[in-house]
């Protein structure tokens, strides 16, 4: 019964942790910078700009004009 109790904890753990990670997206700007957005970008559509968090924790906002391409990337964060 221990061992049924421990391995359901296991897998619940691990059900949570795969839900609580964030997609990797690559934003690139008209001026060939890149970025690692962790989670899908967000358009302000009033202020025409897209804000996102950065790998290190840092908000990242540009005009909406200046983006090029949003992708996907593989991996979690």
């Known amino acids: 019964m221990k061992r049924l109790s421990l391995l359901t904890v296991l897998i619940l753990t691990l059900v949570l942790a795969a839900a609580c990670s964030s997609t990797l997206y690559q934003v690139s700007t008209d001026k ?5 957005a962790v989670g899908k ?6 202020a025409r700009t897209y804000t996102f968090k950065d790998k290190n924790g840092n ?3 540009l005009n909406q004009k200046e983006v090029t ?4 990337i593989p ?3």
């Not at 970008?41 to 009033?46: F, R, T, Y």
């Open 32 to 36: 060939g910078r890149e970025y690692i």
């Open 41 to 46: 970008p967000e358009l302000n559509e009033k």
């Open 59 to 61: 908000t990242v906002i």
């Open 69 to 72: 391409e949003i992708k996907s």
């Open 75 to 77: 991996g979690k964060y």
